[in-house]
């Protein structure tokens, strides 16, 4: 009923949305006689903020067209490579008719980056896929909105979610020889499940596995999400939380755990903060600020737009990674695609890599959550380990903004070219990389 009420309310709300949004435009065009009111900019950053607080935000796209790599600017195709029921394996192929710049993206690492299903759509790292084109082949795991997915298309666990790494993983290594795996929050613990997997069957693993602000272990240094989850019963967030869409969108009758519920929780880790953020948007409109009130609507552009999860998957997630530590305790098994159960066993990795990267200032995964890899994946030597810790970097930080481009990335690119092999196999010879 909760999901019904709220789209009734933002149906609603949607013609008023638009009026205030065609009100702002009236009032700060000085060619209309509403323009020439002496408050007629106040008046227009007021019905642009009610446009903006109102309205509804659609998925936003990754809008990456070209990138520079040392100096020559390579053309960007995204295309989807993969089609699941509920992610898409999306590539961000380069093109360049430069014959030195060619030459140099053939012999560049294939990265799979795994984005989070968590409530944001893999969107929120286009800072992370813009950086790492410059010197990688890049993919990412684009997860659908499960609002819009049909019945018939069957459910999906967080089980799922690790059969659906492994078969990327296989498919970048059919492509190039093998690949690289980045892992941003959430994925880190399905990830991990995956390469294990592979590892226990004896499959060729990733060369490197580099994770990020990820909850390996929620028990260290937990936050405030982490003792929601671990502090509620399995049993209260299914009657709390899980709802079924609405008739009106293609997944009818799916059991989810809503997108708007979840972003009523991220504004409530921090009211003041967005409170104060759309006041200074509201006085930078009235200044005439365009820089900063276009990073504004950039930056809530992509934070107010959430998707639905499946509710298997979120509340597998929720007993396997905060309440039963199944990862860190050995215990988690796994139904494979052919059905059949597999025990995770991270001390069975001998072959790949491992980097952990943590925020110093993280209220999401708490110091020591992702360092914890390291201990439970005692199959693979010291010397092929590293960790960093981001002085001053909060959540976001390690994968977003100047501190990843200037502290993180460099080391995430020295670390996955140390383990790339000098000329990795390739299926064909292209003119496109």
């Known amino acids: 009923m909760l999901y019904q009420l709220y789209e009734t309310q933002r149906s609603l709300m949607e013609p008023f949305s638009d009026l205030a949004r065609s009100a702002a435009k009236v009032y700060a065009n000085p060619l209309s006689w509403l323009g020439q009111n002496p408050f007629a900019q106040r008046i227009s950053a007021g019905y642009d903020l009610m446009h903006r607080l109102g309205k509804d935000y659609e998925k936003p796209e990754f809008g990456l067209r070209t990138v520079e790599v040392d100096g020559v600017a390579v053309a960007i195709h995204e295309r989807i490579e993969i089609n699941k029921s509920f992610c898409e394996l999306r590539r961000f192929k380069r093109f360049s008719d430069d014959p030195a710049t060619l030459d140099k993206l053939k012999e560049q690492p294939a990265v799979l980056i795994v984005a989070p299903l968590s409530g944001h759509y893999a969107t929120l790292l286009r800072d992370t896929v813009k950086t790492m084109l410059k010197d990688h082949k890049v993919y990412i795991t684009d997860w659908k909105n499960a609002r819009l997915i049909p019945l018939s298309e069957g459910e999906f666990s967080l089980d799922d979610y690790v059969n659906y790494v492994q078969e990327f993983i296989r498919h970048l290594q059919g492509i190039y020889g093998n690949c690289h795996v980045v892992s941003v929050c959430q994925p880190t613990v399905p990830v991990l499940a995956a390469v294990s997997l592979m590892a226990s069957r004896g499959e060729e693993t990733p060369l490197t596995m580099t994770m990020m602000g990820g909850p390996i272990d929620a028990r260290k240094s937990p936050t405030a999400v982490n003792n929601l989850a671990m502090n509620k019963s399995h049993d209260w967030f299914e009657h709390n939380v899980i709802y079924r869409v609405p008739s009106t969108f293609p997944g009818a009758g799916r059991r989810v755990y809503p997108g708007f519920l979840q972003h009523s929780g991220f504004v409530a880790m921090n009211p003041s903060n967005h409170a104060k953020s759309h006041y200074d948007y509201f006085q930078d409109l009235i200044k005439g600020d365009g820089a900063s009130t276009e990073a504004h609507r950039k ?81 693979v030597t010291a010397s092929e380990q590293r960790h960093l810790e981001v002085k001053g970097a909060g959540h976001y930080g390690i994968f977003s903004g100047r501190r990843w481009r200037e502290v993180v990335y460099p080391q995430v690119k020295s670390f996955i070219l140390q383990h790339q092999p000098k000329k990795a196999a390739r299926r064909k010879t292209s003119t496109r990389k």
């Open 299 to 379: 930056f809530y552009d992509e934070y107010n737009a959430v998707l639905d999860m499946d509710a298997d998957y979120y509340l597998d997630t929720i007993r396997v990674v905060f309440q039963d530590f199944s990862l860190v305790n050995g215990t988690w098994d796994v139904k494979n695609a052919d059905g059949e159960i597999e025990r995770v066993r991270p001390q069975d990795i001998k072959k790949t890599a491992l980097f952990s990267i943590e925020g110093e200032l993280d209220d999401i995964s708490g110091s020591g959550q992702t360092e914890a890899v390291h201990s439970i994946c005692s199959g």
